[in-house]
């Protein structure tokens, strides 16, 4: 039996148990509790709030060279803890440890991006038509942000949110994920650290009726939410008031391979993108629509690489591809979608189950199925687990209106060698990011954001800051 962690609530610059009962946390592993978090109440969520409504009164007017100083510090203090900090993630979610520290160092390099951009929110003068007026556009924080997070990526997803947000002026209330709190409190103690003001960032643990009650509080200005769909229609439903939000609510990603796609590079990308932290990441490749040419060689290529990745204990085990999947739902999606696909005619080239050698902890293998077509949940719900649907094409028009034709909106992949293809798919796939002949579809300098059913704003990039600013028209009469 593991040491059980005993997590607390960040509220105006101190740790606090909270006023209700303690939440457990499972390692997906093993199954075992190894932390204990505060399930936080109404209560705890008003002093959040509270706490940084007051802090926003002068945090709003701290010179931005400062604001980034606190950021660049805190992006210092978080690559030093990088090995406590992945460690934390993986006990609650199962990604291999360098791949939880390589999200540790895209956190500690978010910080510096956006304490660099606090620098530049720049607004404009703008003539007038009549002489001796001018209008000048200032751009201001927003308010109080809640964020509410998801557990795949656990420290990411908050920190797109928190540096953006401190960045523009804005003080926070974060709800991370029931299933990963730890990694949220690691990333808090390096705030604590560098002792950025009371109240500008804290920190709520709980279930979903934490972040029902952070969403609903009259004090908060914007709510900035990444999860599923359903949640994110829930939220629309509880914020009190008319405010403005941002929702990162899925995919259900597409990659088309075109016949002119150089192959080798087409089944790297998709091995990487669909099973990378065990497939549960929005921007997952779950479908891909192959041209004739080389579909049977793609998907036999595929589901040999599949079944030389390693699936392990991501904590325990040295040289981990995939590790658990983070709770029973996804896995019990993984076995439903496949289900549903070998019942319909799809041919399951590798996976299909759990690993016989692994009766405890959340172990699915990862699954290639060939022959699929557009009626299996495969083709059409985001899966968020290691599995990936295979369909062959004939005519590119026909793939390009499979992969436009389901409620997804976030993110498209396309290999293709050829110019004109390449411009025709990036313009006319219906998906806020459109990554070709690569796979890593979000850089930090460049938007990334849903459209359709995955959500709509942005993260990352300037975008990402710009959505916790206000612009204010200024108009001046100085007569000469
Ligand atoms: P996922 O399984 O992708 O994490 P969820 O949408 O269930 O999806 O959870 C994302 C985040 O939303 C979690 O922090 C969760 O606790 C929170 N949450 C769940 N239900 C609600 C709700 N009704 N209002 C606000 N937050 C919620």
């Known amino acids: ?14 740790w606090e148990e909270g006023d209700g009962t303690a939440l457990e946390v499972r390692d997906p592993a093993t199954g075992d509790v190894v932390a204990l978090v505060p399930d936080s109440t109404e209560q705890d969520v008003d002093r959040a709030v509270s706490a940084a409504r007051r802090a926003w009164n002068s945090w709003r007017w701290v010179n931005p060279t400062v604001r980034a100083g606190y950021l660049h510090a805190a992006g210092d203090a978080l690559a030093a803890a990088k090995v406590q900090v992945a460690a934390a993630i993986t006990r609650e979610m199962g990604k291999p440890i360098p791949e939880a520290t390589g999200e540790v160092e895209k956190l500690a390099k978010t910080f510096h991006f956006y304490a660099e951009e606090a620098t530049r929110i720049t607004g404009a003068t703008l003539p007038n038509e009549e002489d001796g007026f001018t209008s000048l556009v200032e751009k201001e924080p927003i308010g109080v942000v809640a964020a509410i997070t998801p557990w795949n990526y656990p420290v990411e997803l908050i920190g797109w949110k928190l540096c953006a947000a401190l960045a523009a002026g804005c003080t926070i209330v974060v709800k991370p994920s029931e299933y990963t709190p730890s990694a949220a409190i690691e990333v808090f103690r390096c705030l604590e650290a560098v002792e950025l003001p009371a109240g500008v960032a804290n920190l ?6 934490t ?23 829930a939220i629309f439903k509880t914020v009190s008031g008319v405010k403005p939000l941002s929702m990162e609510l ?30 549960q990441i929005c921007i997952a490749i779950n479908r891909a629509y192959v041209h004739a040419d080389l579909y049977e060689e793609f998907v036999q290529r595929l589901a040999k690489a599949a079944e030389g990745l390693v699936v392990g204990d991501g904590l325990r085990e040295d040289d981990v591809d995939v590790g658990p999947v983070t709770n029973v739902e996804i896995l019990e999606r993984c076995e ?15 996976g299909g189950a759990r690993p016989g050698d692994r009766p405890v902890g959340n172990y699915y293998l990862p699954t290639v199925l ?52 390449v411009f025709a798919l990036g313009r006319r796939l219906d998906f806020g990011s459109v990554a070709v002949n690569n796979v890593d579809a979000g850089t930090i300098n460049a938007p990334y954001g849903g459209r359709k059913g995955s959500g709509f704003g942005y993260e990352h990039g300037r975008e990402g800051m710009e959505g916790y600013l206000q612009m204010k028209h200024v108009r001046v009469r100085h007569r000469s």
Do not use: W
């Open 211 to 233: 972040g029902r009650a952070l969403v609903a509080h009259p004090a908060i200005s914007k709510v900035a939410f990444t999860g599923s769909a359903a949640t994110g229609e």
């Open 1 to 14: 039996m593991e040491h059980v962690a005993r997590g607390r609530n960040y509220i105006d610059g101190r």
């Open 204 to 209: 709520v643990t709980g279930a979903g009726a």
């Open 370 to 421: 060939a022959d699929c077509t557009q009626d299996m949940q495969v083709m059409h719900e985001e899966t968020f687990g290691p599995v990936i649907g295979v369909s062959p094409y004939d005519d590119l028009e026909s793939a390009i209106e499979l992969a436009n034709s389901t409620p997804a909106g976030l993110a498209a992949y396309v290999y293709s060698e050829d110019l004109s293809e």
């Open 336 to 350: 439903r979608h496949v289900a549903d696909a070998r019942s319909k005619g799809a041919r399951v080239l590798v």
């Open 250 to 279: 899925g995919g259900n990603c597409p990659l088309i391979v075109t016949a002119r796609a150089d192959i080798d590079q087409a089944v790297a990308g998709a091995l990487r993108r669909s099973f990378r932290n065990a497939g």
